[in-house]
Nanobody, 124 residues
Framework: QVSLEESGGGKVQPGGSLRLSCTAS????????VAWFRQVEGSEREFVAA???????TTYGDSVKGRFTIARDSANTVFLQMNNLKPEDTAVYYC??????????????????WGQGTQVTVSS
């Protein structure tokens, strides 16, 4: 079990940027896939982005491709850089860690470790 904590959420105007960070209680770099999901109240959790172990392969949800970037800051921290934000990006963003295979990194049920979430609001 690894503990995760998100930070960096807030309110931003459309077209703006935010950087979310996910800090783990242990080094995740060589053990886990780290992913970001988001959820709007009353809706299912939506896949945003994932980073494979050893800092290699990344994958993104269709709605954020070209605007969001997932990468590693250190062995314990992964960030999500969000640019050109839109009102439809408004959600609670969650960090998750697990060991799904490459083709299943967008499946939230394969991640046993989750943070508490951080609110992102995009509004003028």
């Amino acid at each position: 079990q690894v503990s995760l904590e998100e930070s960096g959420g807030g309110k931003v105007q459309p077209g703006g940027s935010l950087r979310l960070s996910c800090t783990a209680s242990e080094r995740t770099a060589y053990r886990y896939v780290v992913a970001w999901f988001r959820q709007v109240e009353g809706s299912e959790r939506e896949f945003v982005a994932a980073l494979r172990r050893n800092g290699g392969h990344t994958t993104y949800g269709d709605s954020v491709k070209g605007r969001f970037t997932i990468a590693r800051d250190s062995a314990n921290t992964v960030f999500l850089q969000m640019n050109n934000l839109k009102p439809e990006d408004t959600a609670v963003y969650y960090c998750a860690a697990g060991t799904p295979i490459t083709g299943a990194m967008d499946n939230p049920t394969l991640y046993p470790n989750w943070g508490q979430g951080t609110q992102v609001t995009v509004s003028s």
